[in-house]
């Protein structure tokens, strides 16, 4: 694992952690303004969601992925309902990638940007992704970019923007809603088939799908030999050489699919 905070001098709202049989890596959405409505925070939300659902997923074995994803939001929300105002539109949220091994199989769920290769042994990586958020923001860029920063256009066009959460039609994120879980991209594929496994904050998987530094079989290869560090290394490199501002960068990559699990109540790994 290995997470980088866009600057020095903000917290870092990445948050992934594994246990022997599930990985979790959650993206938080942070919004300006967003401290008057929770007193928590963006990385506060993260943290919280991203230890939920490793406790669920690995305590849990006869639910759905995304059953315990809507269970862990219910339970987030919970924690700060009476003092933060959980459904304000920019209250915090989060993408989420998750991966759970279970009976021979490899379960994964993606749930906004966040984004997740398989490494086949036979084929070329398996990316999942949910492309509906960058669609949807795209078609706003244009009139956003012109609009003058901070005006009333330039505000209206934001929240036409946000409305399109938790929508149908729309994107999806976690957040206050637990039935934003029903949403989830799913599936499954037999261990046997993938030598490995990667999740991705989008400030990472930019490497391939906006600076296009490499593809996916490139971005695997220099997983196996140098690890997440290399990549998001290559990241910060492609931001600073085209002006673009750093986003939260993290990496979990999981190897040693078929290994037997050790019989143990799992702990939290924080990414160095």
Known sequence: MTSAPKRTDRANEDFTCAGPTAAVLIDGAGIPGTESICRHGVAWYANRLGGRLLGLLSLVQDRSVSALLAEAIEQVTNDHRDTCDVANPISPSATVAILRLSDGLLEYLVLGDSVLALDRADDAPFVVSDPREVIISRSYQPAIEAAAKGSDEYHRLLRDLRANRNQPGGFWLAKDDPQAADEAITGSCPISELTGAVL???????????????????????????????????????EARHAVAADDATITHCTDLGATPLPSTPSLRRPQ
């Open 200 to 238: 991705l904050s989008n400030g990472a998987s930019r490497i391939v799908d906006q600076f296009q530094l490499a593809d996916w079989p490139e971005v695997m290869a220099v997983l196996a030999s140098s690890g997440p560090a290399e990549i998001i290394h290559r990241v910060r490199q492609a």
